[in-house]
């Protein structure tokens, strides 16, 4: 049996790097939404026009989360792949 420990140090390299970027995606999806959650509670507390897109934070946040699923989906899809 020979075990070729460059291929299986590329894939765990790829796998964790791929993995870091999901959860850093999927954080600033996160942060997405709570600023935007922040913005509109300062709005409603009367602290007048409060900085921050509502709707741009919201569609940024959708992306985030869209690309996260995306890469699952894909993942799912490189494993079921006969």
């Known amino acids: 049996m020979h075990i070729k420990w ?3 140090a590329q894939t765990a390299g790829i ?3 791929v993995t ?3 959860v850093a995606v999927f954080a ?5 939404l ?3 959650e922040a913005a509109l509670s300062a709005r409603e507390g009367g ?5 921050g897109g509502g709707p741009a934070l919201l569609a940024g946040a959708y992306a985030c989360f869209a690309l996260c699923a995306a890469a699952v ?6 494993i079921a792949a006969p």
Do not use: D, K, Q, T
């Open 6 to 8: 460059n291929a299986l």
């Open 73 to 78: 989906v894909y993942g799912l899809v490189l």
């Open 20 to 22: 870091v970027a999901v």
């Open 47 to 51: 602290a007048g026009r409060a900085s």
């Open 15 to 17: 796998s964790f790097g």
């Open 34 to 36: 709570s600023r935007r």
């Open 28 to 32: 600033l999806g996160m942060l997405a």
